[in-house]
């Protein structure tokens, strides 16, 4: 019994270790883009820490840096976070019966920490598995956000490498892995045509939150 439960607990660091590897390059290139567009370091550190959603993160730091007001930054990151209700529910015994528990646990409501635990038949398992998966990615990710922020200050021009591109492929880069291929060609055409065909009529940053609605072509959620 004992065995097993090492070899589980073996298991699911492996997998939180794995996925925190991962996190570390994407939360590096959030902090390196969001110190290119000239966002202070202690805003793109607060923003990790507190918000802790890769997808918004983007977009919020894409639509202030296009000119765009904080209140569109924001709605778009409701919007893209609004699948996490459902989340919450799916996990709500696994995170634990306790309002301190589901406080903190909250925090660490990712894509990634819901899938490991609802894999796990193990009640004790699978809450092992999220708080180990959520945890790590936390860190992995605010590590790598501070490390990038730093390389980031460093470019002197950070126009001469188009990160105005740089954020849309990046928010592109994060919704992939979700789609289908067709579903993703839907997504990137739809997309496309939305804000071009908005942008003569809308502030700067509000065509970004509405080729959002391109998602409603592929019927799924915008991973974290």
């Known amino acids: 019994m004992r065995s097993t439960w090492r070899t589980g607990a073996r298991e699911d660091l ?26 202070p370091l202690v805003l793109i550190v607060a923003m990790s820490l507190l918000v802790f959603a890769g997808g918004s993160q983007f977009l919020a730091v894409a639509v202030v840096a296009a000119g765009g007001a904080p209140v569109a930054a ?38 990634e920490s819901v899938a490991f635990a609802r894999a796990r038949r193990d009640p004790v398992r699978a809450r092992r598995a999220y708080w180990m998966v959520g945890v790590t990615m936390f860190l992995a990710w605010n590590l790598g956000t501070v490390v990038g922020a730093f390389a980031g200050s460093a470019v002197p021009e950070p126009a001469r ?21 067709a579903d993703a060609a839907r997504v990137a055409v739809a997309g496309a045509a939305l804000a071009l065909a908005v942008t003569p009529w809308l ?12 998602l409603l072509a592929a019927g799924r959620p915008v991973s974290k």
Do not use: K
Request: hydrophobic share 65%; glycine share 10%.
């Open 14 to 39: 492996r997998d939180a270790l794995a996925l925190g590897a991962a996190i570390l390059v994407v939360g590096a290139s959030f902090g390196a883009l969001a110190a290119t567009a000239r966002v």
């Open 74 to 111: 924001v709605l778009g990151g409701l919007l893209l976070n609004a699948r996490h209700f459902p989340f919450g529910l799916a996990v709500a015994d696994v995170v634990g019966r306790s309002w301190p528990a589901r406080l903190v646990g909250s925090h660490f409501l990712l894509d």
């Open 161 to 181: 490498f188009g990160i105005d591109a740089a954020f849309p492929a990046a928010l592109l880069a994060l919704l992939l892995p979700t789609l289908r291929e």
């Open 203 to 214: 502030p700067a940053g509000v065509p970004v939150l509405v080729a959002l609605a391109a």
